[in-house]
Each structure stands twice: as structure tokens, then as C-alpha cells.
């Protein structure tokens, strides 16, 4: 029983700090823009969670980013003009997901490997991520983005994927593969202590 306890209470600890993490993070972005692109390291933080501890960890450090973007991010305020419901319901469901799915796929892989899963982790997360942001646009905004000025599918499309996520998601993406061998360092390193 004692044994069983420690180890929650190791869990619950790691998941306050990578809490605490997120927020940072996110808050940092949201205040510090780099132009063209925020600099969104969120996402490590969720694959390192989502590896440790469960994808139901992953889904609460997603679902705590997308709290964040809500209450913090200057972007979000013209969404939330539109279609303050589907503003909320398009945020929090793309970090509960990437968070939640990072944690199956690597539950599902680590039998394969840590390196193997650890990878495929921090590769899905920001696809989820993007991915749900894209199909958000596409079912809520479109006659958001219209108002803008930005007609026709191809115009749409390219604002989308190229102005509003490319950039983003690239950076996401690179860096979470070139941080996944980090990533495998410090799960090896929590499997070796517990």
C-alpha cells in the first residue's frame, strides 16, 4: 500500500509541475510574440506528461493549455466576438485531444520501444493540435473569415494553412521531434527512480 501511495503521490507531483509548466509557457507566448509566429513550446510539456504519467494526464495539460489560450492569447479575441461557444468548444477540444491522443499513441507504442513511441508522440501532438484547429475554421469561421475579405475556397485555404498555422505548426512540429530524444532521456530516467 505504501509503495502504491508514493507512486501516485510521484504522479501527482509531476503532473502539478507540468501544470505549472503549461501555464508558463502558454503565457509566455501569448505575451512575447515572435513575428511571424508565437513560439509555442507548449506542447513538450504535454508529450512528456502524456509518456510518464497516462493520456488522461495528456488530456488535463491540454485541456489546461487551451484554458490559458482562452484567458490569455490577444488572437482568440475576434473568435470570441463571432462565436464566443464555438470559440471555447474549438480551443479546449484541440488540447484535450492532442493531449489525450499523444498518450494512447505512446502507450500503444512503447512495447515497440521508448524511442519508437516517444517520436511518434511528439510527432502526433501538434498534428492533433493543428488538425483540430483547422477543422474548427473550416466548420465555425468560414463566414468569419469571409467578413475579413478572404473568399473562395483556394483563398481560404491558403489563409488558413499558410497564414495562420504554417509557421506554427512547422516550428511545433521540429521541435517536439528534435526534443523527443530529451524526451526519452527523462522517461528512462523516471522509470530508473521509481
Do not use: H
Not at 508514493?6 to 507531483?13: E, I
Not at 489525450?100 to 511528439?122: D, H, N, R
Amino acid at each position: 500500500m505504501k509503495e502504491n501511495t508514493r507512486f501516485n503521490t510521484r504522479k501527482l507531483v509531476l503532473l502539478a509541475l507540468l501544470t505549472a509548466i503549461v501555464i508558463i509557457l502558454q503565457v509566455l507566448a501569448a505575451v512575447l510574440p515572435v513575428y511571424p509566429f508565437r513560439l509555442n513550446l507548449v506542447l513538450v510539456p504535454i508529450v512528456i506528461g502524456a509518456a510518464l504519467i497516462s493520456p488522461l494526464a495528456g488530456a488535463w495539460l491540454g485541456l489546461v493549455f487551451g484554458g490559458v489560450v482562452l484567458v490569455s492569447s490577444p488572437d482568440v479575441i475576434p473568435f470570441m466576438t463571432y462565436s464566443p461557444l464555438a470559440t471555447v468548444a474549438v480551443i479546449l477540444a484541440r488540447g484535450l485531444l492532442a493531449g489525450s491522443v499523444t498518450g494512447f499513441i505512446y502507450k500503444k507504442l512503447e512495447e515497440k520501444g521508448m524511442t519508437i513511441a516517444a517520436i511518434a508522440a511528439a510527432a502526433v501532438c501538434p498534428i492533433v493540435n493543428t488538425g483540430i484547429f483547422i477543422a474548427g475554421m473550416y466548420i465555425f469561421f468560414i463566414p468569419l473569415l469571409n467578413e475579413w475579405g478572404v473568399a473562395g475556397a483556394s483563398d481560404i485555404a491558403s489563409f488558413i494553412f499558410l497564414g495562420m498555422v504554417g509557421f506554427n505548426f512547422i516550428f511545433e512540429f521540429a521541435l517536439n521531434i528534435i526534443l523527443s530524444p530529451s524526451i526519452v532521456r527523462l522517461i528512462q530516467y523516471n522509470r530508473s527512480k521509481m
